[in-house]
Each structure stands twice: as C-alpha cells, then as structure tokens.
C-alpha cells in the first residue's frame, strides 16, 4: 500500500479532457514536497512528464499540465490521444520512517 | 543524448544475492547535482524506489529495503551497481536504473529495465 494513492483507472474519449488525482499526506505532499508525474507504457522505460510540480521537461507536449494543492496533485490530459493510453505514476518524497522517494501507485489511462 | 542500460542474470534463486549493473552513456557519471537510482516494478504491480548513489559513493536507501540493499558505483567505468541480498520471490520485478534529481528528488532518465525472476 502506498503513502500516496491514485485511483487505478480513468478514462476518456478521443479530444476530452481528464485528470489523474494523487493524494498524500503531511508527511509527503502535504510537507511541501514537489510531486512529478511519469507516463509509463509495459514494456518501455518511464517518461518524465512534468517534475516540481507543474513543469514539463522539453519535448513534454503542452497537453499534460500538473497543479497541486495542500496534500495532493494533479495531472491534466488534454486533447486526449490514442498514443496517451498508457500507465501515469505521481511519485514525491516521504520523510516518515527515515525518509524515502515514494510513487502512487499508478492510474491506467485508457482512451474509449 | 544521455542512456542508460540494465545488465545482469535474469534468475536469481531464492536466498542469494540480486546483482545488477547500469552503464551510463552519453554523459558524465560525475557531473553535477545528479544521483544514479534503481527503481522496480513487481509484476501487476507499482513502481518502487530501491536507492540511489552519488559518483562519490555517497548512498541513500530506501527504509524499507536498506538492510538488504547496497549500492556501488565505478567512475572509471561510467557504471554503478545494485545488490540485493536474501531475495525471495517477492523480489521479482522489473528493475530500472534511472538518474535521480537531487534537489527535486525525481529521475529523468530511465534504462529501459530488466526483469528479474527469482526461484524456489
């Protein structure tokens, strides 16, 4: 079980919009970590997608957005795509119990 | 173009030691305010940070897994090592290596992973 959960799966049509939602704690998000989301298709390696919260890395398309508030984070898909089903992770820093790099546990997106 | 790529045994058996190897290309291994993780993914399941090392030496560990993990890194080789002893099929996973930001604490760069099994 991990300190910081996402809900297993959303979906959207083709062109929607839909957010992936991160929770945490004060021990996590809540204390002010920065919160980074990942795209991860089975298979491949992990994507950066945006880290410190609400920025993307170049070649990120402007398509993904991140926000976050108080204990939990957000990420935003527009536009949805056919090539965005994939798995998204929020991960941030945990200084509980020694202190440690956390993830959620991971949304699968897919797209209808 | 910075890369980085997994090697080592894909079966492993249950109560020995899990050794795994990432080569950094592309860049430097000393350079700047980077860590070098490990990072994995038990079947259906989510991603989990194992730890990562400074071209130092210097290490951070995950709590959870510290007493069994150690992590190594060879400069002269553009490389940097994973242990994990006394696994159990628990241990089976995806493992990724990964540079780690620190500050920020979040990875940019990640090996395209390796599976390891772990046997009875």
């Known amino acids: 079980q991990s300190v910081v959960t996402q809900p297993p799966s959303v979906s959207g049509a083709p062109g929607q919009r839909v957010t992936i939602s991160c929770t945490g704690s004060r021990s996590n998000i809540g204390a002010g970590y920065d919160v980074h989301w990942y795209q991860h298709l089975p298979g491949t390696a992990p994507k950066l997608l945006i880290y410190a919260n609400t920025i993307r890395p170049s070649g990120v398309s402007d398509r993904f957005s991140g926000s976050k508030s108080g204990t939990s984070a957000s990420l935003a898909i527009t536009g949805l795509r056919a090539d965005d089903e994939a798995d998204y992770y929020c991960?941030?820093?945990?200084?509980?119990?020694?202190?440690?790099?956390?993830f959620g546990g991971g949304t699968r997106l897919t797209v209808l | 173009q910075l890369q980085l790529q997994e090697s080592g045994p894909g079966l492993v058996k249950a109560s020995e030691t899990l050794s795994l190897t990432c080569t950094v290309s592309?860049?430097?291994?000393?350079?700047?305010?980077?860590?070098w993780g490990w990072i994995r993914q038990p079947p259906g399941k989510g991603l989990e940070w194992i730890g990562s090392?400074?071209?130092?030496?210097?290490?951070d560990y995950n709590p959870s897994l510290k007493s069994r993990v150690t992590i190594s890194v060879d400069t002269s080789r553009s490389q940097f090592s994973l242990r994990l002893s006394s696994v159990t099929a628990t241990d089976t996973s995806i493992y990724y290596c990964a540079r780690h930001i620190v500050p920020g604490y979040y990875f940019d760069y990640w090996g395209q992973g390796t599976l390891v099994t772990v046997s009875s």
């Open positions: 991960q941030s820093y945990d200084h509980s119990l020694g202190g440690s790099g956390v």
């Open positions: 090392v400074y071209y130092t030496g210097s290490t």
């Open positions: 592309g860049g430097s291994i000393t350079r700047g305010n980077f860590y």
